[in-house]
């Protein structure tokens, strides 16, 4: 089982400023993923990285895939209070994903 | 949004009582997954299924039976609910899982609390 740690495990900030949130692990992905999940909510897909050094713009969302593929980072520039919520990284195949224990976020208007 | 019904979605049950919830997808994809979610220990895979009565145990499958008799629906079973297992599930769906990962798809949840 890949082991994701993920840092910081809460993070607030005010509206318009930046952030960077990591997931980090000794293995090597295949690909990871990126999740979000607001309260009372299941998580939904955010992006799939799967080369090594790859960068993938969602609007204010960055996301990068280390170039050893074991790590990544997601950085939101500009925070809106809309981004509140649980930032999950995740990694796995056919057999289950495992996930981290997530990035808890809010930003305050 | 994915068609994956969850029921129920709020159960209170005591301990020792059997428990089943169901997963209801529309979507026909192979691959169904039954998580729970605690404070401290993020998502972690109960069981999973790659087929009509094909299934496997995941992280934390003690406690947990499951059933797939048809395609769109996943049954998970708590034979003697504990308070341990009271938690948040989610069921997930996915179709394939190739070289760009395994998209999974969650349901809303179903909180379980026992007593």
């Known amino acids: 089982t890949q082991l994701l740690e993920q840092s910081p495990q809460f993070l607030s900030i005010q509206e318009g400023e930046n952030l960077t949130v990591y997931c980090n692990s000794s293995?090597?992905?295949?690909?990871l993923q990126w999740y979000r999940q607001e309260p009372g909510e299941g998580p939904v897909l955010l992006v799939t990285v799967v080369t090594g050094g790859e960068v993938k713009k969602l609007k204010r969302l960055t996301f990068q895939f280390g170039d050893a593929r074991k790590d990544s980072s997601l950085h939101i520039t500009a925070a809106q209070p809309g981004d509140t919520g649980l930032y999950l990284c995740a990694a796995g195949g056919a057999d289950g994903l495992t996930f981290g224990k997530g990035t808890h976020l809010i930003i305050q208007p | 949004d994915a068609g994956i019904t969850q029921s129920p979605r709020h159960k209170v049950t005591e301990t020792g009582t059997p428990v089943t919830l169901r997963c209801h997808q529309t979507?026909?994809?192979?691959?169904m997954y039954w998580y729970r979610q605690d404070p401290g220990h993020g998502l972690r895979l109960i069981h999973y299924?790659?087929?009509?009565?094909?299934?496997d145990k995941g992280e934390v499958s003690d406690g947990y039976s499951v059933s797939r008799s048809k395609t769109e629906d996943f049954l998970l079973t708590l034979e003697s609910a504990t308070s341990s297992q009271t938690s948040v599930y989610f069921c997930?769906?996915?179709?394939?899982?190739?070289?760009?990962?395994?998209?999974?798809?969650f349901g809303e949840g179903s909180w379980l609390t026992v007593v």
């Open positions: 979507e026909n994809h192979r691959y």
């Open positions: 299924s790659y087929g009509v009565k094909d299934t």
């Open positions: 293995s090597v992905f295949s690909s």
């Open positions: 997930a769906i996915s179709e394939s899982a190739g070289p760009s990962g395994n998209t999974i798809y």
